[in-house]
């Protein structure tokens, strides 16, 4: 089974404060994503990658960076927090040719003080 | 603009009724639509999905009809079972293009 891991699986930021989310894929897939989900807001993209050392924006990128410097690994960077970005952030990744499933991680959740 | 609207937003059903979630979409170029389960502190999860040249597919207790023309979709859980209890995703994208879109979700508890 395809693996995405995720950490840390919960973190505290304070506001202004840089956090940096980290990915790892062991599926040899080349897109990776990551995902914000909110209550009543479902999951809205932030952030993808379809080749290592190149990343695309979202629906919902402002605030956020990402970097992909191998195939495996995929961040998602807060330089400055905002009490606004607490919400749980998912990871996936799905494969080049066969993009009809995403494998999702178990997420990290981020509380901003 | 939501792309992907769900509805109920929640549902409550007794074990062994049919769950009926439902889902519509906006683009009419989407012509692939996963539905993703997700338990309590995890991931979401492909459940089942369909293309648009079909208007049926069925695994097991899952079922997905969908109608092109009215650009809508539904999942139907039968017999459902206290661990069908979740948030189910419908998620829309067209084919060649990487993005999906997902609705906001709809929470399914089963009662024994």
């Known amino acids: 089974e395809a693996a995405v891991t995720q950490s840390p699986r919960s973190k505290v930021a304070v506001t202004g404060g840089k956090v940096t989310l980290s990915c790892h894929q062991t599926?040899?897939?080349?897109?990776m994503y990551w995902y914000r989900q909110d209550t009543g807001h479902g999951l809205r993209l932030i952030h993808y990658?379809?080749?290592?050392?190149?990343?695309e924006k979202g629906d919902i990128p402002d605030g956020y960076k990402a970097s992909r410097p191998s195939q495996e690994n995929f961040s998602l960077i807060l330089e400055l927090a905002s009490l606004s970005q607490t919400a749980v952030y998912f990871c996936?990744?799905?494969?080049?040719?066969?993009?009809?499933?995403?494998?999702f991680g178990h997420g990290t959740k981020l509380s901003v003080l | 603009q939501q792309q992907v609207r769900q509805s109920p937003q929640s549902l409550t059903v007794w074990e062994g009724e049919t769950a009926i979630l439902n889902c519509s979409y906006e683009?009419?170029?989407?012509?692939?639509f996963p539905w993703y389960q997700q338990f309590p502190g995890e991931g979401p999860a492909l459940l089942i999905a369909?293309?648009?040249?079909?208007d049926k597919k069925e695994d097991g207790r899952f079922t997905i009809f969908f109608n092109k023309r009215e650009k809508k979709l539904s999942l139907h859980i039968t017999d459902s079972q206290p661990g069908d209890s979740a948030t189910y995703f419908c998620?829309?994208?067209?084919?060649?293009?990487?993005?999906?879109?997902f609705g906001k979700g709809t929470s399914l508890t089963v009662i024994p």
């Open positions: 369909i293309r648009s040249v079909s």
């Open positions: 998620a829309a994208s067209n084919t060649g293009y990487q993005n999906f879109y």
């Open positions: 599926n040899n897939h080349d897109y």
């Open positions: 990658s379809y080749v290592a050392d190149s990343t």
């Open positions: 683009n009419s170029a989407f012509d692939y």
């Open positions: 996936a990744s799905s494969d080049r040719f066969s993009n009809e499933r995403l494998f």
